[in-house]
């Protein structure tokens, strides 16, 4: 399978290299979104790519993009990848993992849902009895499923700096009052809907954060990537066990072994062992496997 850690597409300009996707200029109102094998953890870039994770993505996304489109629309243009750029060699790039999408104008911050209490919201727990401010029953054990779906809008970071959780007044300001419940709306309706049609297919949905953007006439659209194993929790359900941490079929596997290490979470990240990095992929497919019912073609 061939690995693409960064892509090269000379025929594009280049936007910018985000944690994953690179984002090329297709024209005036399209970029290209190339979703490459880099793999972030704890805000950091890791050096090792996880061979597959680009394409395991890019199908996820395409999948819920389509599966969710009755709830919002999204910033799909139908445009096939290798017909905006030449040559064999930037065909070989884009094709699998790649979307040429509408330009829209991102909002300022990620749309995280939560349907079970794990990560920062079970550390915040622990230490507050609330959850982004939010006040929770006394009690609730690591991984319990959460009385009602919560909305826990955060800021969103750059490479190498962290993202922040922020209060829904403080969204409210960000982005004016009715666009920021219309936001909390549609995030919740989402999760909500991919959540049970997985919980079905074995998995549990613990988490996931979406991104949105307007267009010109302030229209709603979900951008970036949907429900996939880089911005949501996937757990197998007939794993689950609540008073731990469930194992998952995301990069939490990887965020553990990292934990064990003598890092900082600062760059430079520390390289993974081939058996990380095999596991890692086999997570992934396996996911796309469950929710899809597709096989990631080599």
């Avoid at 280049?14 to 704890?42: M, N, Q």
Wanted: neutral net charge; hydrophobic residues 40%.
């Amino acid at each position: 399978m061939t690995v693409l850690f960064e892509s090269s597409i000379k025929s594009l300009a280049l936007i910018s290299r985000g944690k994953v996707r690179d984002i090329y200029r297709v024209d005036a109102e399209h970029i290209l979104i190339v979703t490459t094998d880099r793999l972030s953890a704890f805000d950091v870039v890791l050096p090792d790519p996880i061979p597959g994770k680009g394409q395991v993505l890019q199908g996820l996304s395409d999948f819920w993009f389509a599966k969710l489109a009755h709830i919002v629309p999204n910033h799909l243009s139908g445009i096939a990848p290798e017909g905006v750029v030449r040559g064999e060699e930037e065909i070989a790039q884009v094709r699998g993992r790649s979307v040429v999408v509408r330009k829209l104008k991102p909002l300022p911050i990620e749309a995280v849902v939560r349907g079970y209490l794990i990560g920062s919201g079970w550390k915040d727990y622990q230490a507050t009895g609330a959850l982004c401010g939010i006040p929770l029953p006394a009690g609730l054990r690591q991984a319990d499923r959460l009385p009602e779906i919560l909305f826990t809008p955060a800021t969103k970071a750059e490479s190498g700096t962290h993202d922040e959780n922020i209060s829904f007044a403080e969204t409210e300001k960000l982005v004016g009052a009715d666009l920021a419940r219309r936001v909390r709306e549609v995030a919740i309706r989402l999760y909500g809907e991919a959540a049970d049609y997985a919980r079905d297919r074995g998995i549990i949905i613990a988490d996931t954060k979406f991104e949105f953007g307007l267009d010109g006439s302030g229209k709603l659209y979900l951008i970036d990537e949907a429900l996939t194993a880089d911005s949501s929790r996937f757990w197998p359900a007939d794993q689950y066990r609540p008073g731990t941490s469930p194992p998952s079929f995301d990069k939490q596997y990887v965020r553990d072994y990292l934990e064990t290490l003598d890092w900082g979470k600062k760059p430079p990240a520390p390289r993974l062992s081939a058996e990380v990095i095999a596991k890692t992929s086999a997570k992934y497919r396996e996911a796309l496997k469950r929710l899809t019912g597709r096989d990631l073609v080599d």
